[in-house]
T-cell receptor, first 113, second 114 residues
Framework: TQLLEQSPQFLSIQEGENLTVYCNSS?????LQWYRQEPGEGPVLLVT?????EVKKLKRLTFQFGDARKDSSLHITAAQPGDTGLYLC?????????????FGKGTHLIIQP | GAVVSQHPSRVICKSGTSVKIECRSL??????MFWYRQFPKQSLMLMAT?????????EQGVEKDKFLINHASLTLSTLTVTSAHPEDSSFYIC??????????FGSGTRLTVV
């Protein structure tokens, strides 16, 4: 069973601050995905990273994939109350989608106005 | 983009009864679908892999006789929770793949067993 460590699990910060969420594994990912999930809904894909060292930006969100493809981070700049939610990283170890995704425990993010 | 439709979104059932949850890929064919379970304040845990035309593959600790999976067509997988008990109450989410990294999730089903 692959393990995916995500931290922090809970984070409450003020509007305008920056934050980083980390996702680490001892195994190499074929790809890694970041999701955001609202209560009572399924996860919504934010980004997929595939290449080691890859950096992707989505407005104020910056996603990095480690060179060795074992870790990833999500950085939010100038957080807004609308960023509040559950953020999940999920790794695909098998490639091609044969084995499903392994999810991290999630980061419950609260941005206070 | 790919869309996965999941029904029902909420269901309440009595202890001992069975409940069926449907997962459909609306605009693409999915030979493989996945079923996850999510308890409150926790992350998603993979329950099983649903394969069109063959038996599902269950993760360790998931009872195959309790969680029956049928993937009868390229666009539909169903999960039936048999003889449901209160401890089966959870949020069940399906997922399908389009392309090598294109996981798309359904909107989930909140099951409450009373």
């Amino acid at each position: 069973t692959q393990l995916l460590e995500q931290s922090p699990q809970f984070l409450s910060i003020q509007e305008g601050e920056n934050l980083t969420v980390y996702c680490n594994s001892s195994s190499v990912f074929s790809s890694l995905q970041w999701y955001r999930q609202e209560p009572g809904e399924g996860p919504v894909l934010l980004v997929t990273v595939v290449t080691g060292g890859e950096v992707k930006k989505l407005k104020r969100l910056t996603f990095q994939f480690g060179d060795a493809r074992k870790d990833s981070s999500l950085h939010i700049t100038a957080a807004q109350p609308g960023d509040t939610g559950l953020y999940l990283c999920a790794g695909d170890y098998s490639g091609g989608g044969a084995d499903g995704l392994t999810f991290g425990k999630g980061t419950h993010l609260i941005i206070q106005p | 983009g790919a869309v996965v439709s999941q029904h029902p979104s909420r269901v309440i059932c009595k202890s001992g009864t069975s409940v069926k949850i449907e997962c459909r890929s609306l605009d693409f064919q999915a030979t493989t679908m996945f079923w996850y379970r999510q308890f409150p304040k926790q992350s998603l845990m993979l329950m099983a892999t649903s394969n069109e035309g063959s038996k599902a593959t269950y993760e360790q600790g998931v009872e195959k006789d309790k969680f029956l999976i049928n993937h009868a067509s390229l666009t539909l997988s169903t999960l039936t929770v048999t003889s449901a008990h209160p401890e089966d109450s959870s949020f069940y989410i399906c997922s399908a793949i389009q392309g090598p990294h294109g996981y798309t999730f359904g909107s989930g089903t909140r099951l409450t067993v009373v």
